[in-house]
């Protein structure tokens, strides 16, 4: 798969669950409601990393943490889409702007 795949596949079942948000609560999730999702799911990320350096113990830790790391990446995925973020050109312009930061520093 490639980036656009990823974020066709991550809207595609954003719209899902917005019919069931109409469905249950007569209205699709806010941008904010999205990001305290987002929030708790990197809440949850932080402890599975926990368990995977083994500080921490959670049964079948490997496979909930990658489940754990797709939620995360779907939610910043679904919510650069709704605040108008082009995510793949962002992430390359970072990228880049630190490769260069941080390779300027090791030759300093």
Do not use: P
Not at 36 to 59: M, P, S, T, W, Y
């Amino acid at each position: 798969m490639n980036f656009h795949d990823f974020e066709k596949s991550a809207l595609h079942l954003n719209a899902l669950y917005e019919q069931i948000e109409v469905k249950r609560y007569g209205r699709i999730w806010s941008t904010e409601e999205l990001a305290l999702g987002f929030a708790g799911d990197v809440g949850d990320l932080a402890k599975l990393i926990q368990a995977n350096a083994g500080i921490r113990h959670i049964d079948d830790c490997k496979a909930k943490l990658g489940h754990e790391l797709s939620d995360c990446l779907w939610s910043i995925l679904v919510l650069a889409n709704k605040c108008g973020i082009d995510l793949e050109a962002e992430f390359v312009k970072n990228t880049a702007e630190l490769t260069e930061h941080v390779s300027g520093e090791l030759d300093a």
